[in-house]
């Protein structure tokens, strides 16, 4: 675990500054949301392998197809890094992501600093936008996230947009991709709408009994997601990090 003292935390709250002064000048939160979802997303809690420890800056998990774009938000991290460099590319890039949430007016997520970079790439085991609900939790259990997380999770496609060179699809989810908010559980319940992309994946959520629950509840009541959301993220954002509160254990 990295070393958090007081010098380290004062480094963390200079690089929210400067993340949130970043992405709202470039516009960036969507790009820098996915980037905290795939570094951390490989995790395996059977084999305690990948998750949120800096993994996707080497080149050969970055090249894999699944990460198609992610590039643009490392580049814009690396100008906080050099600004910051104390800080591990682990916990900028989840402190990028829950910043990402804040300033387009989604919840605000707890944010535990002390995450360790991996001196190595990780194997590379995120959701395929094709999969369906089987496939979805094969990918999220093993992360050992709920049904509960993989909705409130898929929430973050509030923002941004899918690009055909980079994934195959094209256009955004909801109306106002910069704006956090639960349009995209309201617009899934909508079925097919003019101009707004559903994945599979996306449709997956509300052809599955057990999920469809969650897409009720969340387009029902806004400050619900937020709360539920919140919590989900954070799970997230600390897949494979444990805090040790004390040295003798
Ligand atoms: C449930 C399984 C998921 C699948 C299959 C999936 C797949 C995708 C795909 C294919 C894109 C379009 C990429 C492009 O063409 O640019 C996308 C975009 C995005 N995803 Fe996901 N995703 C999933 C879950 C998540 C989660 C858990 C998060 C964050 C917590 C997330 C955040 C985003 C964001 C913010 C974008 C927009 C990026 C942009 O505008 O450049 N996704 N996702």
Redesign the pocket.
């Known amino acids: 675990m990295a070393a958090v003292n007081n010098e380290y935390l004062k480094e963390i709250e200079g690089a929210r500054c400067d993340l949130s002064d970043l992405i709202n000048r470039k516009n960036c939160a969507?790009?820098m949301?996915?980037l905290?979802?795939h570094d951390a997303?490989n995790f395996d809690a059977k084999t305690k392998t990948g998750g949120a420890n800096g993994s996707i800056r080497f080149p050969v998990e970055l090249a894999n197809p699944a990460n198609?774009?992610i590039k643009v938000a490392l580049d814009f991290c690396d100008e906080v890094k050099n600004k910051h460099p104390t800080v591990t590319f682990a916990d900028l890039y989840q402190l990028a992501?829950v910043v990402a949430v804040e300033v387009t007016g989604g919840p605000n997520i707890d944010f535990v600093p002390g995450r360790t970079d991996s001196t190595i790439p990780d194997a590379v085991r995120?959701?395929?936008?094709n999969?369906g609900s089987e496939h979805?939790r094969e990918?999220?259990y093993r992360m050992g996230l709920s049904d509960k997380d993989?909705v409130a999770?898929?929430g973050?496609?509030t923002?941004?947009?899918?690009?055909?060179e980079?994934?195959?699809?094209e256009g955004p989810f909801t109306k106002e991709?910069l704006k956090f908010d639960n349009s995209y559980f309201r617009e899934l319940l909508k079925g097919e709408t003019e101009g707004l992309l559903k994945?599979p994946?996306d449709k997956a959520l509300v052809e599955d009994h057990e999920f469809k629950k969650y897409v009720q509840r969340y387009a029902k009541c806004e400050e619900t997601f937020f709360k539920e959301y919140a919590e989900s993220?954070k799970k997230?954002s600390e897949l494979g990090f444990t805090t040790k509160k004390c040295c003798c254990h």
């Open positions: 969507p790009i949301l996915r905290a979802f997303g198609n774009g992501g995120l959701p395929n936008p999969g979805l990918n999220f993989i999770l898929s973050s496609h923002l941004g947009r899918a690009h055909k980079r994934s195959g699809f991709p994945l994946s993220h997230m």
